[in-house]
């Protein structure tokens, strides 16, 4: 089972940016579909974007042309860039695998877009 450690979380102000990382161990991530996931307090968590092993890419409409997923492979770490963001971006975001190689929850990283 891999563990991951979300970090890069902040205060931003609308329409500014912010990389997320997920910094994994344990395991490789190679091979592995990756995903991000963010939740507001009270609410379910929902998948915001999804990177497979060769690097393709699926968003939610929401974040889609705006957040850009990608992965590191040789470091074994997954980011998330987010631009132009919103105030509905205001979330804890998580990073996860896909499936059956789905690992633990972490603690996430805070994500609040204020003016």
């Known amino acids: 089972q891999v563990q991951f450690v979300e970090s890069g979380g902040d205060l931003v102000q609308p329409g500014g940016s912010l990389r997320l990382s997920c910094a994994a161990s344990?395991?490789?991530?190679?091979?592995?579909?990756m995903g991000w996931y963010r939740q507001v307090s009270g609410k379910q968590r929902g998948l915001v974007a999804t990177?497979?092993?060769?690097?393709?890419?699926n968003y939610a409409a929401s974040v889609r042309g705006r957040f850009t997923i990608s992965r590191h492979n040789a470091e074994n770490t997954v980011y998330l860039q987010m631009n132009k963001v919103k105030p509905e971006d205001t979330a804890v975001y998580f990073c996860?695998?896909?499936?059956?190689?789905?690992?633990?929850w972490g603690q996430g990283t805070q994500v609040t877009v204020s003016s």
């Open positions: 990177i497979t092993g060769g690097g393709s890419t």
């Open positions: 996860n695998a896909l499936g059956v190689r789905e690992g633990a």
């Open positions: 344990g395991n490789s991530l190679s091979l592995y579909v």
